[in-house]
């Protein structure tokens, strides 16, 4: 393992710090949280403006090491989130990229790079969130064609997604495990319907998708039929590895301004306090450190990250409840104002130990995989 960077990553970051300080102060205002066409518009203009720049392929092209440098340059300045490109840029991408063939390359990566086209993810099902491999969702062969019928639920962006990648059981006879094939599915093909779903913070950050005999061409299908659960792990192996590393570094920030804000409030003279915030700047930097130790392994091994993403995203999601809660202590009754950026993070923190794999899950792997512990079923 080697935390180091070398000489030309030192010269990439430098070129990145100053097209950011050139570019960001020229960028239109955010739009309302709520707003999901004008915030898709806006997360793809800036998705944009980095492809016209050259970084618009750091997530695929680049090295591990490059694209935490990017995460980490970016969020210190303050850049604008990757947004409604999340699924395309940080998992979808990084799988087709991996598992494609080059068609499908050509096709999808270009669109995803310049912020054109939208990805969702339709994994999960109303009986298969934690039990993935229990998925029923069924793509029946015709011709040159999957017909698609079921229900994918907690489908976030599939509000403005142009693209889902779609878990579908094409054997019914196999073991659960090998009988599931990855697609790709257009978002406006005939027989697909979506039904948002109102978060506790009021957006419509996600939805039900509804499919009823959808055709999905048999071209558009990722890796082999009866193979997508391999192709699934190279996913979620991406979606647990460093995709949240932009994320620690905010939560770095947003430390030390909840300790200015406490210093300047006098919330500061709390002993209590002062030790929590002292403890959360500990974890925080052992996180930052994980991800660095996670990016050189992903570096090592092929750019794939391994079961060190499992124990980042379990600490990680812990970690960033707390520091939310932390806020709402210094914020005294404020913390009741929906309208404030930190009490809205506060909501939005409860669903990151369930997203992406609750925690019990992350336990799993790691007592399985990690520890060698017998599986419990
Ligand atoms: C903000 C957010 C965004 C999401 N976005 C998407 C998306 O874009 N696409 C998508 O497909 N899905 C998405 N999800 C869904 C997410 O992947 C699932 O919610 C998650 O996998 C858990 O599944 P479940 O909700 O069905 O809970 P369940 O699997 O029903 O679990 C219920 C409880 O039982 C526990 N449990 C279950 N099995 C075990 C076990 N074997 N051992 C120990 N404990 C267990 C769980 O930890 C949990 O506490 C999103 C979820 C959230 C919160």
Same mark, same amino acid.
């Given at each position: 393992m080697d935390l180091a960077y070398t000489a030309a990553e030192e010269e990439f970051r430098a070129r990145l710090r100053d097209w950011l300080a050139g570019t960001l102060p020229t960028l239109p205002p955010p739009p309302p949280a709520g707003d999901w066409p004008a915030r898709r518009a806006h997360d793809s203009a800036w998705q944009r403006r980095l492809y016209d720049a050259g970084y618009g392929n750091v997530h695929l092209d680049a090295s591990p090491t490059l694209r935490l440098i990017f995460l980490e340059e970016t969020e210190k300045a303050g850049a604008p989130y990757v947004g409604a490109n999340f699924v395309g840029l940080l998992h979808a991408g990084p799988t087709i990229a991996a598992e494609g063939t080059p068609e499908q390359r050509e096709r999808w990566l270009g669109p995803i790079l310049r912020g054109e086209e939208i990805w969702c993810q339709g994994f999960s099902e109303p009986d298969a969130?934690?039990?993935?491999?229990?998925?029923?969702?069924k793509a029946v062969r015709d011709g040159d064609a999957y017909v698609v019928t079921g229900q994918k639920i907690w489908t976030s962006h599939a509000e403005v997604a142009d693209w889902c990648e779609l878990l579908v059981r094409t054997?019914?006879?196999?073991p659960r495990h090998r009988g599931i094939t990855w697609l790709a599915m257009r978002m406006?093909? $005939?027989g697909v319907t979506v039904r948002p779903l109102r978060t506790l913070a009021g957006s419509t950050e996600f939805a039900e998708v509804f499919l009823d005999e959808v055709r999905v061409p048999a071209?558009?299908?990722?890796?082999?039929?009866?193979d997508g659960w391999r192709v699934t792990m190279v996913t979620l192996s991406f979606e647990r590895g460093t995709a949240f590393a932009g994320e620690v570094v905010a939560c770095r920030r947003t430390l030390t301004e909840v300790a200015t804000r406490a210093r300047a409030n006098g919330c500061w003279d709390d002993p209590v306090l002062r030790r929590r915030l002292g403890r959360l700047h500990a974890e925080f930097t052992a996180l930052w450190r994980l991800v660095q130790w996670n990016v050189s392994e992903a570096a090592a091994t092929g750019g794939v990250p391994g079961t060190g993403g499992s124990v980042f995203k379990l600490r990680y999601s812990q970690a960033r409840q707390e520091l939310y809660d932390a806020t709402a202590e210094v914020l005294g $009754?404020?913390?009741?104002?929906?309208?404030?950026p930190w009490t809205r993070e506060r909501l939005s923190s409860l669903s990151y130990t369930i997203a992406a794999g609750t925690s019990q899950i992350q336990r799993n792997i790691l007592a399985e995989r990690v520890l060698g512990l017998p599986k419990g079923r």
């Open positions: 969130g934690s039990d993935l491999a229990s998925l029923r969702t054997d019914p006879g196999a406006d093909a $005939p071209a558009d299908r990722v890796g082999e039929e009866n $009754p404020g913390a009741l104002d929906l309208s404030l």
